[in-house]
């Protein structure tokens, strides 16, 4: 069984700092690529940053460029975003997502409708 399990939300004030890890089972998670989405109630579910599992290499968004970092470790099997600089707007739910193409970077990191499974989200509250 296919589990993605988001952690490391919660609240934080602006300008501080989360990681958020997404621990994988039930899959081979080093050829797999992983995306981070966020959502709010207002918005549709944004493309944060993706990484790809043959090189390592990774995209993140303009929106959060320069404050937010994807990462891996094949090890545990664990996709990390590193957030820094945090503001109002980005208290939202966060996501991680597997199942898309392998490779992810190129296209900027797919939509999340190319994406099979997701994680149960964790909630990021930023206080101004």
């Known amino acids: 069984e296919v589990q993605l399990q988001a952690s490391g939300g919660g609240l934080v004030q602006a300008g501080g700092s989360l990681r958020l890890s997404c621990a994988a089972s039930g899959f081979s998670f080093d050829r797999t690529a992983i995306g981070w989405f966020r959502q709010t109630p207002e918005q549709e579910r944004e493309r944060l940053a993706c990484?790809?599992?043959?090189?390592?290499?990774?995209y993140s968004a303009d929106s959060v460029k320069g404050r937010f970092t994807i990462s891996r470790d094949d090890a545990k099997n664990t996709v990390y975003l590193q957030m820094n600089n945090l503001n109002a707007g980005d208290t939202a739910v966060y996501y991680c997502?597997?199942?898309?193409?392998?490779?992810?970077?190129?296209?900027?990191?797919?939509?999340?409708?190319?994406?099979?499974?997701w994680g149960q989200g964790t909630l990021v509250t930023v206080s101004s």
């Open positions: 997502a597997a199942g898309g193409p392998r490779s992810v970077v190129a296209s900027r990191c797919p939509p999340p409708k190319l994406y099979t499974y």
């Open positions: 990484i790809n599992a043959s090189d390592g290499s990774s």
